[in-house]
């Protein structure tokens, strides 16, 4: 299983970061993707880890202020989020395992002054 950590409420321009930790399977074996989901709106792709040396494809609209990282010997993936905005306001989930069958719970993340 995967299980986030980290959402809470935050002011607009600050940092914040996500946590996923994984149990039950390899994390090492498999690669993360971060997806969010805003009220209303639907599930979209925030970030996608495409190479085992960390190389990772983001979204448009958090390129350069997100950044994605793992730590193998703890089994967690992090998104590092930074100037976060109104927009960003939303249930952040992370993907991995075979086919990406495996999601977290999702961790709520509130932007708002």
């Known amino acids: 299983q995967l299980v986030e950590s980290g959402g809470r409420l935050v002011q607009p321009g600050v940092s914040l970061t996500l946590s996923c930790t994984a149990s039950g399977f390899t994390f090492t074996n498999y690669l993360v993707k971060w997806y969010r989901q805003a009220p209303g709106k639907e599930r979209e792709l925030v970030a996608h880890m495409i190479s085992d040396d960390g190389r990772t494809n983001y979204a448009d609209f958090v390129k350069g202020r997100f950044t994605v990282s793992r730590d193998t010997t703890r089994q967690t993936a992090y998104l590092q989020m930074n100037d976060l905005k109104f927009e960003d306001t939303a249930v952040y989930y992370c993907?991995?395992?075979?086919?990406?069958?495996?999601w977290g719970q999702g961790t709520q993340v509130t932007v708002s002054s």
């Open positions: 993907n991995s395992g075979a086919f990406y069958s495996i």
